[in-house]
Nanobody, 120 residues
Framework: QVQLQESGPGLVKPSQTLSLTCTISGGSITSNPYYWTWIRQPPGKGLEWIGAITYSGYTYYSPSLKSRTSISRDTSKTQFTLQLTSVSPEDTAVYFC????????????WGQGTQVTVSS
């Protein structure tokens, strides 16, 4: 059974960098054909796809966030991370990590989500 767990600070100041880590258990981050994904949900809004890193290490980003987003992985720790730079209050959201099958939007496994608030 694959389990995902997000971790990171719950409060970030405006203009700083948001950093979150997703730890995977019960599965391998290099397993074909999975894409390891970050998704967020701002308060009162729908889910927003942020980006993903594939089983082979390729990355894909939302065009609207691409200039501020970086996703990387640590295969030895079975973790992948999200960095979002120059945050503003509009980046306040619940952030989820999830496993997607071959980039098809088939999210079979999700983390529980972590609230990140951007505020001074």
């Amino acid at each position: 059974q694959v389990q995902l767990q997000e971790s990171g600070p719950g409060l970030v100041k405006p203009s700083q960098t948001l950093s979150l880590t997703c730890t995977i258990s019960g599965g391998s981050i290099t397993s074909n054909p999975y894409y390891w994904t970050w998704i967020r949900q701002p308060p009162g809004k729908g889910l927003e796809w942020i980006g993903a890193i594939t089983y082979s290490g390729y990355t894909y980003y939302s065009p609207s966030l691409k200039s501020r987003t970086s996703i990387s992985r640590d295969t030895s720790k079975t973790q992948f991370t999200l960095q979002l730079t120059s945050v503003s209050p509009e980046d306040t959201a619940v952030y989820f990590c999830a496993r997607d099958w071959a980039g098809r939007g088939q999210f079979g496994y999700w983390g529980q989500g972590t609230q990140v608030t951007v505020s001074s």
